[in-house]
Nanobody
């Protein structure tokens, strides 16, 4: 079992930045691929970014590529999402999730554990 707790969301003006954090319980954090997803009102949950267990590879949705950086600290059991040049269309609840690592990184169904989400609101 892995429990995930996100933090760092909030209200920011367009063009601003936020860093989201997700801290995991348990001693097996480094055995999981980690992902960030988001869900806007009335829309499906979508992939934002993912990072493999050893942080050897990172993946991004086209909508955030060049503006987002995912990283992890396996000592602190934490994964981060740095978002820059935020746009109103980035407004959503952001979730972190953990996957066993042998599944495709882009899909909601690949992840077994989810945090409760943190709201990001970008004003124009």
């Amino acid at each position: 079992q892995v429990q995930l707790v996100e933090s760092g969301g909030g209200l920011v003006q367009a063009g601003g930045s936020l860093r989201l954090s997700c801290t995991a319980s348990g001693r097996t954090f480094d055995s999981y691929t980690m992902g960030w997803f988001r869900q806007a009102p009335g829309k499906e949950r979508e992939f934002v970014a993912g990072i493999t267990r050893s942080a050897g590879s990172t993946y991004y949705a086209d909508s955030v590529k060049g503006r987002a950086t995912i990283s992890r600290d396996n000592v602190k059991n934490t994964v981060y999402l740095q978002m820059n040049s935020l746009k109103p269309e980035d407004t959503a609840v952001y979730y972190c999730a953990a996957s066993p690592g042998y599944r495709a990184i882009y899909y909601v169904a690949s992840y077994d554990y989810w945090g409760q989400g943190t709201q990001v609101t970008v004003s124009s």
